[in-house]
């Protein structure tokens, strides 16, 4: 999951970083340092999966590159920019 992905992910649920922080059960500050760093989120790999099963809990489905979706339902996809190898837009 990249940072940008988690922010997205948690604008579509409408929830705030405090909501997210309490459902996924790890600090604020923590949170925090997730969506503020650069790529694809790092740290330490559990409180990354109660942050993915906390967005999951708010119906959030979060796609991987190249995956496809596997229910219906509204959702956000990032493509590859136009001229980075991805498909026009």
Do not use: C, N, W, Y
Request: hydrophobic share 40%.
């Amino acid at each position: 999951m990249t940072a940008a992905q988690m922010r997205a992910a948690r604008a579509l649920a409408g929830i705030d970083q405090k909501t997210l922080a309490e459902r996924a059960g790890i600090s604020l500050p923590t949170i925090q340092r997730m969506e503020a760093s650069e790529g694809v989120v790092r740290g330490v790999v559990d409180s990354l999966v109660k942050v993915i099963q906390a967005l999951e809990s708010f119906g959030v489905e979060l796609i991987g590159e190249d995956q496809p979706s596997e229910r219906g339902g509204r959702g956000v996809r990032l493509r590859s920019p136009t001229g980075q190898g991805g498909p026009p837009g």
